[in-house]
Protein backbone atom coordinates (compact mmCIF):
# COMPACT_ATOMS: atom_id res chain seq x y z
CA UNK A 1 0.00 0.00 0.00
CA UNK A 2 3.02 2.41 0.77
CA UNK A 3 4.24 2.44 -2.75
CA UNK A 4 0.80 2.76 -4.41
CA UNK A 5 0.01 6.03 -2.21
CA UNK A 6 3.63 7.28 -3.22
CA UNK A 7 3.35 6.53 -6.71
CA UNK A 8 -0.61 8.07 -6.80
CA UNK A 9 0.70 11.62 -4.89
CA UNK A 10 3.54 11.96 -7.43
CA UNK A 11 1.52 10.96 -10.45
CA UNK A 12 -1.56 12.50 -9.81
CA UNK A 13 -0.82 15.68 -7.59
CA UNK A 14 2.97 16.17 -8.25
CA UNK A 15 3.36 15.65 -4.48
CA UNK A 16 6.53 13.80 -3.09
CA UNK A 17 4.88 12.01 0.21
CA UNK A 18 6.07 10.03 3.22
CA UNK A 19 2.98 7.62 4.20
CA UNK A 20 3.08 8.10 8.17
CA UNK A 21 -0.09 6.84 9.91
CA UNK A 22 -3.35 4.88 9.32
CA UNK A 23 -6.16 7.05 9.82
CA UNK A 24 -9.08 4.94 9.06
CA UNK A 25 -10.31 1.75 7.19
CA UNK A 26 -14.34 2.66 6.04
CA UNK A 27 -16.60 0.79 4.55
CA UNK A 28 -17.86 3.26 1.11
CA UNK A 29 -21.36 2.50 1.87
CA UNK A 30 -21.55 3.56 5.29
CA UNK A 31 -20.09 6.95 4.66
CA UNK A 32 -21.00 7.91 0.38
CA UNK A 33 -23.97 7.65 -1.78
CA UNK A 34 -24.73 6.00 -3.74
CA UNK A 35 -24.58 2.26 -2.42
CA UNK A 36 -22.60 0.26 -4.57
CA UNK A 37 -23.58 -3.01 -6.25
CA UNK A 38 -20.42 -4.29 -5.31
CA UNK A 39 -17.96 -3.88 -1.42
CA UNK A 40 -15.89 -0.54 -1.34
CA UNK A 41 -13.28 -0.67 1.95
CA UNK A 42 -11.51 3.29 2.15
CA UNK A 43 -8.28 3.76 3.45
CA UNK A 44 -7.37 6.77 4.64
CA UNK A 45 -3.70 7.74 5.73
CA UNK A 46 -1.90 10.08 7.43
CA UNK A 47 1.16 11.54 5.12
CA UNK A 48 4.01 13.90 5.03
CA UNK A 49 4.15 15.85 2.47
CA UNK A 50 7.95 16.41 1.20
CA UNK A 51 7.75 18.33 -1.72
CA UNK A 52 4.89 19.69 -4.15
CA UNK A 53 5.86 20.19 -7.99
CA UNK A 54 1.94 19.98 -9.64
CA UNK A 55 1.85 19.30 -13.23
CA UNK A 56 -1.66 19.19 -15.36
CA UNK A 57 -2.43 15.15 -16.26
CA UNK A 58 -5.06 13.69 -17.93
CA UNK A 59 -6.37 12.61 -14.69
CA UNK A 60 -5.92 15.96 -12.37
CA UNK A 61 -6.57 19.36 -14.05
CA UNK A 62 -5.59 21.45 -11.05
CA UNK A 63 -3.92 20.87 -7.20
CA UNK A 64 -4.90 23.52 -4.18
CA UNK A 65 -4.38 23.27 -0.40
CA UNK A 66 -7.76 23.71 1.61
CA UNK A 67 -8.64 24.39 5.05
CA UNK A 68 -11.10 22.21 6.72
CA UNK A 69 -13.87 25.13 6.97
CA UNK A 70 -12.93 26.74 3.33
CA UNK A 71 -13.83 23.04 1.38
CA UNK A 72 -14.70 23.63 -2.46
CA UNK A 73 -17.79 21.36 -3.90
CA UNK A 74 -17.03 17.78 -2.99
CA UNK A 75 -17.99 15.05 -5.20
CA UNK A 76 -19.60 13.26 -2.41
CA UNK A 77 -19.61 9.69 -3.70
CA UNK A 78 -16.08 9.78 -3.30
CA UNK A 79 -15.00 12.20 -0.35
CA UNK A 80 -17.16 14.15 2.26
CA UNK A 81 -16.60 16.83 4.42
CA UNK A 82 -17.25 14.76 7.68
CA UNK A 83 -14.04 12.25 6.24
CA UNK A 84 -11.64 15.19 5.27
CA UNK A 85 -12.46 16.76 9.60
CA UNK A 86 -11.80 12.76 10.54
CA UNK A 87 -8.10 13.25 9.02
CA UNK A 88 -7.81 16.80 10.02
CA UNK A 89 -8.38 15.67 13.78
CA UNK A 90 -6.35 12.46 13.41
CA UNK A 91 -3.56 14.59 12.54
CA UNK A 92 -3.81 17.24 15.77
CA UNK A 93 -4.18 14.58 18.19
CA UNK A 94 -1.04 13.21 19.88
CA UNK A 95 -2.51 9.86 20.10
CA UNK A 96 -3.38 8.39 16.73
CA UNK A 97 -5.30 5.42 16.66
CA UNK A 98 -7.03 4.32 13.63
CA UNK A 99 -10.87 3.69 13.54
CA UNK A 100 -12.55 1.43 11.20
CA UNK A 101 -16.36 0.00 10.32
Known amino acids: ?7 EASEEAGAEIIPLNLIAVQDR ?11 VYKIFVECKLVEFQFAENIETSTAQFF ?3 NLPK ?16 FH ?8 FD
Open 74 to 89: LSKSRNTKEQIKLCFE
Open 92 to 99: HKNKKLAV
Open 1 to 7: MRENLIK
Open 29 to 39: DQHNKPPLAFA
Open 67 to 69: TVD
